[in-house]
Nanobody, 125 residues
Framework: QMQLVESGGGLVQAGGSLRLSCAAS????????MGWFRQAPEKEREFVAA????????YYGDSVKGRFTISRDNAKNTVYLQMNSLKPEDTAVYYC??????????????????WGQGTQVTVSS
């Protein structure tokens, strides 16, 4: 089993920044692709970003490209999501997840097996 704990969420004004962290335990993070997803009220869980094992490849959802940056520190078993130029539509619960399947797109949440409990991000206008 792998446990994931997100932190860093909060309330921020539009145009501001937040940095989310996802600390992993139970398994070695470097063996997995990691992803961030988000879910707003009454909406489907949406792909935000993903990163390959050593961080050489990153992937982003269209709505966050150019504003968000995913990174990882395998020595600390931690994944980060730097969020800049935040918009009210970025308001959601943000989840980190561990990819355990490699049979479909990196943006497919079905490829991810372990999930954190989520951290709330609220962007005010």
């Amino acid at each position: 089993q792998m446990q994931l704990v997100e932190s860093g969420g909060g309330l921020v004004q539009a145009g501001g920044s937040l940095r989310l962290s996802c600390a992993a335990s139970g398994r070695t993070l470097s063996r997995y692709y990691m992803g961030w997803f988000r879910q707003a009220p009454e909406k489907e869980r949406e792909f935000v970003a993903a990163i390959s094992w050593a961080g050489g490849n990153t992937y982003y959802g269209d709505s966050v490209k150019g504003r968000f940056t995913i990174s990882r520190d395998n020595a600390k078993n931690t994944v980060y999501l730097q969020m800049n130029s935040l918009k009210p539509e970025d308001t959601a619960v943000y989840y980190c997840a561990t990819r355990t399947l490699y049979s479909g797109p990196v943006s497919d949440r079905g490829q991810y097996n372990y999930w954190g409990q989520g951290t709330q991000v609220t962007v005010s206008s």
